[in-house]
């Protein structure tokens, strides 16, 4: 199993002065943060980070930015991904890899293809990438499951297909993938409600949104999940459950840079058409945070 990428990820956001440009030097701050406290490695430019109203150019400084602050401290994974298969693979053709150690692909949105269209187009980028690649797999965002048997399909057929990022918020497809799966190959949570389940049933961790604001517990939880402590890694789900749900409650990422506005980390700022965390809800965190 592709160890660089067991425990923790976190899915950075992308930090915004008033004026809406891109805040490096908050970035590097939730880079070093994240990394002092435990984080085990460190996802750019996926839905967390705003990536749809990000340009080219800015992406481009923003993996500067975080391979400059990280120094070869954690494995970094990229977000390429889209709906045009063949832009998609331009988009790896054309990006510097050097320091990247994989790469993560949304499946197809918006086109609702069948699951022999999924397959064909993971297939085109596996042939086209020159380093790792881990489906990401989003129902609720891209309109249309990859099923576990494609993925399974995958998985055996591209061995550059190094595993999932299920955020289908199933765990009965989470079972399914972990029971069918090759044994290197890694299933991993992108739903923080049921990432310490799924690590308990044989999963290989998380890429967490709420992980990067609470790094030193959310990755201690898993840790402890992978090591099979269960009584200890559930005592922190609990105390850490309600955050979860106030992230999401509104938007994503709105309400993870509502938490690190508290922690005065980064503005709350984001790009239309998000707008940022009502008061009613950064109340609902402010408090929760005085209590953690």
Do not use: W
Not at 59 to 69: P, Q, R
């Amino acid at each position: 199993m592709n160890s660089k990428f067991l425990g923790t990820g976190v899915a950075l956001v992308t930090p915004f002065k008033e004026d809406l440009s891109v805040d490096h030097d908050a970035l590097t701050n939730i880079v070093n943060f994240n990394i002092e406290n435990g984080t085990d490695y460190l996802v750019i430019s996926g839905t967390t980070a705003e990536s749809v109203t990000i340009t080219k150019q800015e992406k481009t400084e923003i993996v500067n930015t975080i391979v400059k602050a990280n120094n070869n401290r954690v494995p970094l994974m990229l977000g390429i991904g889209g709906n045009n298969t063949a832009e998609v693979i331009e988009q790896i053709k054309s990006t510097d890899l050097s320091n990247i150690d994989a790469i993560l692909s949304v499946s197809p949105y918006y086109t609702k293809p069948t699951q022999e269209g999924i397959y064909q187009h993971f297939k085109a980028i596996s042939g086209a990438s020159p380093i790792d690649i881990l489906l990401y797999n989003v129902p609720g965002r891209t309109s249309k499951n990859i099923e576990p048997e494609t993925v399974i399909r995958l998985a055996k057929d591209f061995a550059n297909i190094i595993g999932v990022k299920e955020a289908g918020n199933n765990m009965s497809q989470y079972l399914k993938l972990i029971k069918d799966k090759p044994e290197d190959f890694l299933v991993i949570s992108g739903d923080d409600d049921l990432a310490l389940s799924v690590v308990l049933a044989g999963g290989a961790g998380v890429i967490s949104v709420i992980g990067q604001a609470l790094p030193k517990e959310f990755s201690k939880m898993i840790r402890l999940g992978l090591e099979g402590k269960v009584k200890e890694a559930y005592n922190i789900h609990y105390k850490i459950m309600a955050i979860i749900d106030y992230i999401f409650e509104e938007n994503n990422p709105a309400g993870i840079k509502a938490v690190f506005q508290a922690l005065n980390l980064c503005s709350d700022a984001v790009r239309l058409p998000l707008v940022p965390a009502s008061n009613e809800l950064k109340a609902k965190i402010n408090s929760f945070l005085e209590r953690l």
